[in-house]
T-cell receptor, first 112, second 113 residues
Framework: NAGVTQTPKFQVLKTGQSMTLQCAQD?????MYWYRQDPGMGLRLIYY???????DKGEVPNGYNVSRLNKREFSLRLESAAPSQTSVYFC???????????FGPGTRLLVL | AQSVTQLGSHVSVSEGALVLLRCNYS??????LFWYVQYPNQGLQLLLK??????LVKGINGFEAEFKKSETSFHLTKPSAHMSDAAEYFC???????????FGRGTSLIVHP
């Protein structure tokens, strides 16, 4: 089992470019999350999906969109990247009735 | 509403010394409490958690934490630090039925030889 996988691992964008971060899980978990991690700020929730077909905003959703393609996949899209979106992005999952989140390895994004 | 405060963004200890990372929380309902560890260039992984039952919880790599309701604390300890313990540590809180945990800002543990 791969657990939670994220692609790409690293990306450099120019301001205004768009890109999609991919997340996939083989744990059969219902809930999936996108976080960003910045120095001194901890993890901040961007969007989450409690189940297939539903998505909700988290703490810092501006500038992002998400798509829960199916139970396995949850993508994060930056339509017009800005330098303030330079960060490390983590995908996480949570199973129904469970308490522990499982995290992917992260995508490091640099916006110039 | 729930929140987490981790005292000290950086904690520095010598190898073999006691490790103490502090976490205080606020929650309007009985909390679930977690410590996650993040090694350089990796994702977070669970170190230990408290849900119900025994308030002293043991985790991986010799770490343990005690849930103290009266102090709203869940401090992480390890009797003897090892160089391999150098990492970022995150405290988190959630509640029964909630699938939105709240994370603290993290504490970077530095271990000196």
């Amino acid at each position: 089992n791969a657990g939670v996988t994220q692609t790409p691992k690293f990306q450099v964008l120019k301001t205004g470019q768009s890109m999609t971060l991919q997340c996939a899980q083989d744990m059969n978990h219902n809930s999936m999350y996108w976080y960003r991690q910045d120095p001194g700020m901890g993890l901040r929730l961007i969007y989450y999906s409690a189940s297939e077909g539903t998505t909700d905003k988290g703490e810092v959703p501006n500038g992002y969109n998400v798509s829960r393609l199916n139970k396995r996949e949850f993508s994060l899209r930056l339509e017009s990247a800005a330098p303030s979106q330079t960060s490390v992005y983590f995908c996480a999952t949570l199973g129904t009735g469970e308490e522990t989140q499982y995290f992917g390895p992260g995508t490091r994004l640099l916006v110039l | 509403a729930q929140s987490v405060t981790q005292l000290g963004s950086h904690v520095s200890v010598s190898e073999g010394a006691l490790v103490l990372l502090r976490c205080n929380y606020s929650s309007s309902v009985p909390p679930y409490l977690f410590w996650y560890v993040q090694y350089p260039n990796q994702g977070l992984q669970l170190l230990l958690k408290y849900t119900t039952g025994a308030t002293l919880v043991k985790g991986i790599n010799g770490f343990e934490a005690e849930f103290k309701k009266s102090e709203t604390s869940f401090h992480l300890t390890k009797p003897s630090a090892h160089m391999s313990d150098a990492a970022e540590y995150f405290c988190a809180v959630s509640a029964l039925g909630s699938y939105i945990p709240t994370f603290g800002r993290g504490t970077s543990l530095i271990v000196h030889p």
